[in-house]
């Protein structure tokens, strides 16, 4: 019962917080109608013009309010609208990237010479151009800036490891390309979410039908990951039994 009247007494606080002219306009009138049965009528007037004029500055206020509201939802929508190409590009191409990823730490983990013919480029990321300059960034609600933001630091993370040991002497290519698997398998979980704030499969359907949707295509990499993975993990202890 206690919960219940702090309830109460704490929404009609919120009302008046937020409608401080409309609750003084009704004020005004209430006093306007009680003035009118005493001595003092005569400025039962001057209370209904004050509090019309009051509800009037409400009326107008809610209005607005409502406007800006709707342009904020407008707003966001554009601005979803507006980075979901230049994301979506930047998501295909790290899924690219896992794939290739894939087959060549497999490779590498069994010691065999077969080559793959790819590239230290076909390994890179690509960057964004848009973010974070772009006006239409800081129209974005909190919680699809924050996945933005998560989604893209991961890419440069992935960048910056491909750069730098790609080759690099004393490294074993499983490493690298475990490695490369780990950071992107990470922005791909990041990418997920992005997927879904930004409504990219609505966007931009698979072209075929048998392709899948861009989640599908992104669970099936990462499925095919954890095996290449598992594979490693099952040939090094087996390797580790063995009498020297």
Request: proline share 5%; glycine share 4%.
């Amino acid at each position: 019962m206690i919960f219940f009247i702090k309830m109460k007494v704490t929404a009609i606080f919120n009302f008046v917080r937020k409608n401080p002219h409309m609750v003084l306009a009704a004020s005004l009138f209430t006093v306007g109608v009680l003035s009118l049965s005493t001595k003092v009528t005569m400025i039962s007037g001057a209370l209904f013009g004050a509090g019309a004029s009051l509800l009037g500055a409400w009326v107008t206020e809610l209005n607005n309010r409502r406007s800006n509201a709707e342009d904020k939802v407008r707003r966001e929508v554009d601005a979803r609208r507006y980075l979901a190409p230049e994301l979506n590009r930047t998501i295909e191409r790290v899924l690219y990237i896992h794939q290739r990823a894939i087959p060549n730490f497999a490779i590498a983990s069994a010691g065999k010479e077969t080559k793959t013919n790819d590239l230290q480029e076909d390994f890179i990321p690509y960057m964004p151009v848009l973010y974070p300059n772009a006006p239409q960034f800081r129209d974005l609600p909190g919680e699809d800036a924050t996945a933005l933001i998560t989604f893209y630091d991961s890419l440069h993370a992935l960048h910056k490891f491909v750069s730098d040991w790609w080759g690099r002497e004393g490294q074993l290519p499983v490493n690298i390309f475990n490695m490369i698997l780990t950071l992107a398998d990470k922005s791909m979980a990041l990418a997920k979410v992005c997927i879904q704030r930004f409504e990219l499969e609505q966007i931009y359907p698979p072209q075929y039908e048998l392709w899948g949707t861009l989640s599908s295509r992104i669970e099936r990499s990462m499925e095919g990951a954890k095996q290449a993975q598992d594979c490693h993990i099952a040939r090094f202890e087996t390797k580790n039994q063995k009498p020297n």
